[in-house]
């Protein structure tokens, strides 16, 4: 099966701590994004990636971080730095080709700050 | 100015009528357009994308495309209750990147 992959579905973390998000894609896409939602909100971009090792910072980039070691993987930290880390974060994937930008979505992870 | 924008609603419809969701965006050069549908507690699910002036049907869904006056609609004909969501806009509005609206609540009433 074809598809976009997160892990966890959800995560706990307390205050100070840095958490991991994973996304894993295997529709051969090369561009790969990540966003947060909060509630009764719009997506916001956070960062993107159209090739391996290449990354940027989206519009909400303060307090995450990111890697593009593989094509298939983009994982998200984030850092004690993000003051409301408490949000729904989603990874999306698309062939970024053309004007064309279909973007799939995982399933997300909802991350809660204790 | 806000970059993409819808109407909140909730859009409330009886079964089996059409429904109308709106959105505008601030910039000209856009070149492609998506709706997406979001269940509670669920991610994004591409269901229409649109590049040109005009309309694009796919089933019970037809998007309409409006460059002149900035604006693209999602059209739902027989609205069944399983409709019930939120309805995002997406507009490519930035060099490959997205840009979503608020979303659109859709309520189908039986």
């Known amino acids: 099966d074809g598809g976009i992959t997160q892990s966890p579905k959800y995560l706990f973390r307390k205050e100070g701590q840095n958490v991991t998000l994973s996304c894993e894609q295997n529709l051969n896409h090369d561009a790969m994004y990540w966003y947060r939602q909060d509630p009764g909100q719009g997506l916001r971009l956070i960062y993107y990636s159209q090739i391996v090792n290449d990354f940027q910072k989206g519009d909400i980039a303060e307090g995450y971080s990111v890697s593009r070691e593989k094509k298939e993987s983009f994982p998200l930290t984030v850092t004690s730095a993000q003051k409301n880390p408490t949000a729904f974060y989603l990874c999306a994937s698309s062939n970024g080709q053309g004007r064309s930008n279909e973007q799939f979505f995982g399933p997300g992870t909802r991350l809660t700050v204790l | 100015q806000k970059e993409v924008e819808q109407n909140s609603g909730p859009l409330s419809v009886p079964e089996g009528a059409i429904a109308s969701l709106n959105c505008t965006y601030s910039?000209?050069?856009?070149?492609?357009f998506f709706w997406y549908r979001q269940y509670s507690g669920k991610s994004p699910e591409l269901i229409m994308s649109?590049?040109?002036?005009g309309d694009k049907e796919d089933g019970r869904f037809t998007a309409q495309l409006n460059k002149a006056s900035q604006y693209v609609s999602l059209l739902i004909r027989d609205s069944q209750p399983s409709d019930s969501a939120t309805y995002l806009c997406?507009?490519?509005?930035?060099?490959?990147?997205?840009?979503f609206g608020k979303g659109t609540m859709l309520l189908v009433s039986p």
């Open positions: 649109i590049y040109s002036n």
């Open positions: 910039d000209r050069v856009s070149q492609s």
């Open positions: 997406a507009v490519n509005i930035k060099a490959s990147t997205l840009t």
